[in-house]
């Protein structure tokens, strides 16, 4: 089983979305870190400098690292913006 952590600046960024968005993502998060594979839902990154995997929740992106057993949420932004 995985766990998930986020970085103070994934998390500045978390805070400053909607409630029912911040929810959405949290409950994505919690079914990705309980499934047995939880790479199969994310999608390798080929610019590695901002992530090794990223996951779509909606209209947002979580671009992600992995240490361990753990998700190091490195950021989480509207799929417009994550990229710039």
């Known amino acids: 089983m995985y766990q998930y952590e986020f970085t103070s600046k994934s998390l500045k960024e978390l805070r400053k979305l909607d409630r029912k968005i911040q929810f959405r ?3 994505k ?3 990705i870190c309980n499934s047995p594979t939880p790479l199969f839902y994310a999608d ?11 996951i779509r929740i909606g209209d947002y992106r979580v671009v992600f690292d992995i240490e ?3 998700l190091i949420i490195l950021k989480v932004r509207h799929r417009r913006d994550i990229y710039r």
């Open 25 to 27: 993502i949290i409950e």
């Open 68 to 70: 361990n057993d753990t």
């Open 44 to 54: 390798h990154l080929t610019d590695s400098s901002l992530g090794e995997y990223r």
């Open 29 to 31: 998060l919690d079914y």
